[in-house]
């Protein structure tokens, strides 16, 4: 059984530019959480989808970002117009329904300069 | 909005020692998390508590949920270098969704 998988692990994009990140879930979860992690804090909630719908944003989640979940199995988190605020963590992570445990990714470390 | 607190924020100790890190809110929470974290990774999970009053041990990690479920603590004994990490506990509100909720984290350094 393979964990949570995401891509890429580092990214480096200049202020301005738009960045796509990717996260496989474990593959019989059907729940798949965004998270973003600064610096000396624990992560905070994103966006959440079941199957391949989009249950819920968290006002942290401005227009410029955008997560979709197509086929209710990978996701995709867009940043456009990248601002140094930006900078973080991006936490993936999947869980059952029927289940508390959620399972992180590894993470993207997203630097904007 | 459901707050998770998290103490001490910092715990450097020889190795041998015991420590205790707490995770306290005003809320109830439907299930608690602890997670531990290497630098450029992501969270570990430890454990999931969800029984008032439960302890759970993991070799020598002892969690417990408080009884009215809105605390819990980590309790080490005779920590290792191999310890060393953030320690996070994360709160499940209750709701259709089981987004998480963080405390800000316990940096532990464990020395040889």
């Known amino acids: 059984d393979t964990g949570v998988s995401q891509d890429p692990r580092h990214k480096i994009t200049k202020r301005g530019q738009n960045v796509t990140f990717r996260c496989d879930p474990i593959s019989e979860h059907n729940r798949l959480y965004w998270y973003r992690q600064t610096l000396g804090q624990g992560p905070e909630f994103l966006t959440y989808?079941?199957?391949?719908?989009?249950?819920?944003k968290s006002r942290l989640l401005s227009d410029r970002f955008s997560a979709e979940r197509p086929k209710g199995s990978f996701s995709t988190l867009e940043i456009q117009r990248t601002e140094q605020g930006d900078s973080a963590m991006y936490l993936c992570?999947?869980?059952?329904?029927?289940?508390?445990?959620?399972?992180f990714g590894p993470g993207t470390r997203l630097t904007v300069t | 909005t459901q707050l998770l607190e998290q103490s001490p924020q910092f715990l450097s100790i020889q190795e041998g020692e015991n420590l205790t890190v707490y995770c306290n809110s005003s809320?109830?929470?439907?299930?608690l998390q602890w997670y531990r974290q290497e630098p450029g990774e992501g969270p570990v999970l430890l454990v999931t508590?969800?029984?008032?009053?439960e302890v759970k041990k993991l070799k020598r990690l002892t969690f417990q949920f408080g009884d009215a479920r809105k605390d819990s603590s980590l309790h080490i004994t005779a920590a290792q270098p191999g310890d060393t990490g953030l320690y996070l506990c994360a709160g499940d509100g209750g709701t259709s969704y089981g987004k998480l909720t963080f405390g800000q984290g316990t940096i532990l350094t464990v020395h040889p």
């Open positions: 809320s109830v929470f439907s299930s």
């Open positions: 508590v969800v029984t008032g009053g």
């Open positions: 989808f079941q199957n391949e719908a989009q249950l819920e």
């Open positions: 992570a999947s869980s059952h329904e029927d289940r508390y445990e959620q399972y």
